[in-house]
């Protein structure tokens, strides 16, 4: 039992290092590829009072677990901005929530961030190719396809992230898994159906 709980322990720094760094990585590069998050700023500000209003107030589902909106304005943001405005107002945002707001550990604070980042980057980059391979059609019937990829990926990726840990340190119960889920879907449709409205 040991050398497994040692190599959880192992497994589980290491992941928290390669959300840090990957995900900081791909922002530092997605913020040098396109400067329209410093020369069009209202909406990387947008993004960030956005992201920071919807992460403040999280509703516990578990002692390890909890639900945000802060989807909503990455999801708005994949269809109406540039994605590095939309880097930069997440990784601030949700950086800057977790460690002044809810008194969380920069580390925490940078690993929550590196791991919203490479959710991000990694859903646009999929919804990107199905939209181009689709003939970049405007919204309408035509988009749908890009669009479930967009819903799919990102829900599937920021949520796969975010119970890795739990799920490896086999923290949830059977019953809690049901119940998070359950309401992981009902947030994550709200989201959908809100981000629908403000495009």
Same mark, same amino acid.
Request: charged share 15%; no cysteine.
């Given at each position: 039992?040991?050398p497994?709980m040692?190599?959880?322990?192992?497994v589980l720094?290491?992941?928290?290092?390669?959300l840090?760094?990957?995900g900081?990585?791909l922002?530092?590069?997605?913020?040098l590829a396109?400067?329209?998050w410093?020369?069009?700023?209202? $909406?990387?500000?947008?993004?960030?009072?956005?992201v920071a209003?919807?992460?403040a107030?999280p509703?516990?589902?578990s002692?390890?677990s909890?639900?945000?909106?802060?989807?909503? $304005? &990455? &999801?708005?943001g994949?269809?109406v901005?540039?994605?590095?405005?939309?880097?930069a107002g997440?990784a601030?945002?949700v950086?800057l929530?977790d460690t002044?707001?809810l008194r969380? $550990?920069m580390?925490?604070?940078?690993? +929550?961030?590196?791991r919203? +980042?490479?959710a991000?980057l990694?859903?646009f980059?999929?919804f990107s190719?199905v939209?181009r391979?689709s003939g970049?059609?405007?919204l309408?019937?035509?988009f749908?396809p890009?669009?479930f990829?967009l819903?799919?990926t990102?829900?599937?990726l920021?949520?796969?992230?975010?119970?890795?840990?739990l799920?490896?340190?086999d923290?949830?119960?059977s019953?809690e898994?049901?119940?998070?889920l359950?309401y992981? &879907?009902v947030a994550y449709?709200l989201t959908?159906?809100a981000?629908?409205? &403000?495009?």
């Amino acid at each position: 039992d040991l050398p497994l709980m040692f190599d959880t322990a192992r497994v589980l720094r290491l992941y928290a290092r390669v959300l840090v760094w990957l995900g900081l990585s791909l922002a530092a590069l997605a913020l040098l590829a396109d400067f329209r998050w410093i020369e069009q700023p209202i $909406p990387t500000l947008l993004v960030l009072v956005s992201v920071a209003a919807l992460r403040a107030s999280p509703v516990r589902l578990s002692k390890y677990s909890y639900l945000t909106q802060h989807g909503l $304005p &990455v &999801v708005v943001g994949m269809l109406v901005a540039a994605p590095s405005q939309v880097v930069a107002g997440m990784a601030a945002g949700v950086y800057l929530v977790d460690t002044l707001w809810l008194r969380k $550990p920069m580390g925490a604070g940078l690993v +929550n961030a590196g791991r919203e +980042n490479i959710a991000f980057l990694a859903s646009f980059g999929i919804f990107s190719l199905v939209w181009r391979l689709s003939g970049s059609p405007g919204l309408g019937l035509d988009f749908l396809p890009a669009a479930f990829t967009l819903a799919g990926t990102y829900f599937f990726l920021s949520r796969a992230l975010f119970y890795f840990t739990l799920l490896l340190r086999d923290k949830l119960e059977s019953e809690e898994r049901l119940l998070i889920l359950r309401y992981e &879907v009902v947030a994550y449709l709200l989201t959908l159906g809100a981000a629908a409205i &403000v495009v």
